[in-house]
């Protein structure tokens, strides 16, 4: 299951709220032909959208943008959403000025240049995409094959990536790559939070106290409250015909609690197989509620009715700040929780077709 994860797609669903120590003021500068003169850009991030706006005028876009390095989107909504034409960029700031060209044509060929960070980030994502496609293949074999083999082979791959990931991490203390690296590793649960900590302490002191030390802090804090065996916290938030509605009014029957977002292309590409999934269960004690990390209404209701989602959306519209997503520790889409007919997590972010077994068997 692909996610909108850090270095999968910059589409990243981080949870900025600590206090930043530190504050950049950079320049960003994008020539790119194919842009039609008028149109208008936004810059946006997982903490706040429109950063910064302006008009494309031969093709060249300027923006400013002050705070520690973050994922960044360049586009001409103010949300992120929208159809894929609305996108151009998605990219991380950095504390020294950015310069972008290419071709709107051809949007995968765009170069970022100035930003070490970036540089180092591309680097770790090319080390790292064989371990990531390797695990997503056994994934996808898995339901051909012995469960015991492939939990070997799983375990087999989450310790190279660890490894590779500890390594990449320790060469880079000095910079902001490391500790997002690091940050990632806790989004992705690579580390525990004593090996997560241990590798904290090893940063420059700024690092240590940037927006990401604290939120691997944070992260580690919150490791046991959303765990399989625990009740699942209740939580109310309004549906997509403007009602409250509370996880509390399901219990006592199967709940998946899915976490998604119109502009996430994993989470649209998995709506299919959900309403596959819903049409064959949602008579037999079960139901799918979904928490949108979505700013725009109108967005998120056209990808409600074009995916042709029946069972309860809810966002509170505050996009990667949404209030549930936070409670829930959630930092990368899609992500989901089965919970039982008591309101207890039994199942953590699994796979539609381990889904359809497992509610077959709880359900006959």
Same mark, same amino acid.
């Given at each position: 299951?692909?996610?909108?994860?850090?270095?999968?797609?910059?589409?990243?669903?981080?949870?900025?709220?600590?206090?930043?120590?530190?504050?950049?003021?950079?320049? *960003?500068?994008?020539?790119?032909?194919?842009?039609?003169?008028?149109?208008?850009?936004?810059?946006?991030?997982?903490?706040?959208?429109?950063?910064?706006?302006?008009?494309?005028?031969?093709?060249?876009?300027?923006?400013?943008?002050?705070?520690?390095?973050?994922?960044? =989107?360049?586009?001409?909504?103010?949300?992120?959403?929208?159809?894929?034409?609305?996108?151009?960029?998605?990219?991380?700031?950095?504390?020294?000025?950015?310069?972008?060209?290419?071709?709107?044509?051809?949007?995968?060929?765009?170069?970022?240049?100035?930003?070490?960070?970036?540089?180092?980030?591309?680097?770790?994502?090319?080390? =790292?995409?064989?371990?990531?496609?390797?695990?997503?293949?056994?994934?996808?074999?898995?339901?051909?094959?012995?469960?015991?083999?492939?939990?070997?082979?799983?375990?087999?791959?989450?310790?190279?990536?660890?490894?590779?990931?500890?390594?990449?991490?320790?060469?880079?203390?000095?910079?902001?790559?490391? *500790?997002?690296?690091?940050?990632?590793?806790?989004?992705?649960?690579?580390?525990?939070?004593?090996?997560?900590?241990?590798?904290?302490?090893?940063?420059?002191?700024?690092?240590?106290?940037?927006?990401?030390?604290?939120?691997?802090?944070?992260?580690?804090?919150?490791?046991?409250?959303?765990?399989?065996?625990?009740?699942?916290?209740?939580?109310?938030?309004?549906?997509?015909?403007?009602?409250?509605?509370?996880?509390?009014?399901?219990?006592?029957?199967?709940?998946?609690?899915?976490?998604?977002?119109?502009?996430?292309?994993?989470?649209?590409?998995?709506?299919?197989?959900?309403?596959?999934?819903?049409?064959?269960?949602?008579?037999?004690?079960?139901?799918?509620?979904?928490?949108?990390?979505?700013?725009?209404?109108?967005?998120?209701?056209?990808?409600?009715?074009?995916?042709?989602?029946?069972?309860?959306?809810?966002?509170?519209?505050?996009?990667?700040?949404?209030?549930?997503?936070?409670?829930?520790?959630?930092?990368?889409?899609?992500?989901?929780?089965?919970?039982?007919?008591?309101?207890?997590?039994?199942?953590?972010?699994?796979?539609?077709?381990?889904?359809?077994?497992?509610?077959?068997?709880?359900?006959?």
């Amino acid at each position: 299951m692909k996610t909108c994860l850090l270095l999968l797609s910059l589409f990243i669903t981080l949870n900025l709220n600590a206090q930043s120590k530190k504050s950049y003021t950079i320049t *960003i500068n994008a020539n790119i032909k194919g842009l039609k003169d008028g149109d208008k850009y936004f810059l946006n991030g997982p903490s706040a959208v429109g950063f910064d706006s302006c008009v494309a005028q031969n093709g060249r876009l300027h923006f400013k943008y002050t705070g520690e390095p973050e994922p960044l =989107v360049i586009g001409r909504m103010k949300d992120s959403g929208g159809n894929s034409d609305d996108f151009l960029i998605s990219f991380f700031s950095d504390v020294y000025n950015i310069s972008i060209s290419g071709d709107n044509a051809y949007k995968d060929n765009i170069k970022i240049s100035g930003s070490p960070l970036m540089d180092s980030l591309i680097r770790f994502s090319k080390i =790292v995409r064989p371990i990531e496609d390797k695990r997503e293949e056994i994934v996808i074999s898995s339901v051909r094959r012995n469960p015991d083999s492939i939990k070997i082979q799983l375990d087999s791959i989450a310790l190279l990536k660890k490894k590779t990931m500890s390594a990449y991490i320790q060469a880079n203390l000095h910079s902001y790559a490391g *500790i997002i690296l690091l940050y990632y590793s806790k989004i992705d649960k690579t580390f525990t939070p004593a090996e997560a900590d241990g590798l904290l302490r090893k940063f420059d002191l700024d690092l240590q106290n940037s927006k990401y030390g604290h939120l691997v802090k944070q992260l580690n804090r919150r490791y046991n409250q959303i765990q399989i065996g625990q009740v699942a916290p209740d939580f109310e938030q309004t549906n997509q015909y403007g009602k409250p509605m509370r996880l509390s009014a399901f219990k006592g029957k199967y709940v998946l609690l899915e976490f998604s977002s119109s502009w996430c292309g994993p989470c649209r590409t998995m709506n299919p197989q959900l309403v596959s999934l819903y049409d064959k269960f949602k008579g037999k004690d079960f139901e799918i509620v979904s928490i949108s990390n979505d700013v725009n209404r109108q967005t998120w209701l056209k990808t409600i009715k074009d995916d042709k989602l029946t069972w309860p959306q809810l966002s509170d519209l505050k996009g990667q700040q949404n209030e549930v997503a936070i409670m829930y520790n959630i930092n990368a889409i899609p992500h989901n929780f089965l919970i039982d007919r008591q309101g207890k997590i039994i199942a953590d972010n699994i796979y539609p077709e381990q889904l359809t077994e497992k509610l077959t068997k709880l359900l006959k």
